[in-house]
């Protein structure tokens, strides 16, 4: 609210008494000798100060005509008037500052933000070797629709279109589309990203929508019966022929605060701590310790995409503490065949989406070997130290730890 300030200019008006001022007229009649004799107070109207604020009035405060003198005066030769004195009542100036109304402050309202509705407008069909997507154009369920442009699975465009029913379809191969394939012990798991990217209404620079990236997957049981042929039973359990054959089933996964159980949702806030498990599964092999060689973040699935961030390498150095002084760290290591550590969650400034990938790469070596420069996990914290307590070897994170293990073309992709 704006306040006025207003200011009062108080003038003082200096009043003679009309007979003296006379008698001094009548006295003198040289104007040589007049010329000087006049002060400030004669060259200066005097004005009542009702006079001042209602010119319309000061006729009627006149009470005294002029005398014959001071008329002579004012019809001087020399050009010499003399200037009159207005007498009558004077009022004292009674005038105040306006009082300001007090404004009544308003009453707070109970006032809750509503939060949208989450829409139920994508449907999967998950086939053999296909997958079939259907999104409604009415995306939000707000009545907007969405045009086939804005919409994606994994930068493969929209293949058809149902006017009537205002349905957009998705039809493609599930290695297509950049569909990340990923395995853990039961299921194999297809999964893709349907980005929406708004776009300004026809003759507008607005949009009344925001992106989206929705996720779909396709999950399918890795033990089944595929073939019509009869089983035939081996004398060597699974086990260990997986062993026997040196393949090992390594996973990455997120995790809960405490480290009980999988985190299910993948949504972090800025700063926030995510918490990560490398783990190999043994089966009938030895003991085995896992390593974290290196991980890199991306934007999209494809690990040498730009831009990137690394943020463990050489070898098992977590650099991401002393490169941006976060609280980046491995865990005090509990089992050989698992290793935990906990990533601060960021995202790429210059990105246009607030998703990241994260692919690491994974070792697994005899729990009866000694760490070594190539076989650690170190953190830092005003100076390198190890998950496993050997210190030692922490000492070469600041130089070269051996040559960086490669990330390959994996058909998996990663997390």
Known sequence: ?????????????????????????????????????????????????????????????????????????????????????????????????????????????DFQLRQPVTPNSVAVQCGENRVLVEVQQDFFSNGQLIQPTGLSLGGCPVVGQDPESRVLIFEYELQDCNSVLMMNEDELVYTFSLTYTPEALAGTPITRADGAVVGVQCHYQRLQNVSSDALRPTWVPY??????????????????????????????????????????????????RVFVERCVATQVPDVNSLPRYSFIENHGCFVDAKTTASSSRFMPRSQVDKIQFQLEAFMFQEGSSPSIYITCILKATLASAPSDAQRKSCSFANGWFAADGNDQVCGCCDSTCGPDGEFAASPYGGW
């Open 1 to 109: 609210m704006v306040f006025l300030k207003v200011a009062l200019v108080l003038v003082v008006i200096v009043t003679f008494d009309l007979p003296d001022v006379l008698g001094s007229v009548r006295s003198s009649h040289s104007p040589r000798s007049m010329g000087p004799k006049l002060d400030a107070a004669s060259r200066s109207p005097a004005l009542s100060p009702r006079g001042l604020w209602n010119p319309l009035q000061v006729a009627s405060q006149f009470q005294s005509p002029l005398d014959p003198v001071s008329k002579n005066l004012a019809q001087d030769p020399f050009g010499l008037q003399e200037k009159q004195l207005l007498q009558g009542p004077v009022k004292p100036l009674d005038w105040r500052y306006p009082i300001v109304p007090e404004v009544r402050s308003e009453l707070a309202v």
């Open 239 to 288: 086990a260990s022929t997986e062993a026997g054959q040196e393949v090992l089933l390594f996973s990455l996964k997120i995790m809960m605060d405490d480290w009980s159980s999988q985190r299910p949702s993948y949504s972090y806030f800025l700063g926030g701590v995510i918490n990560i498990e490398a783990s190999v599964k043994q089966y009938n092999h030895v003991p085995l």
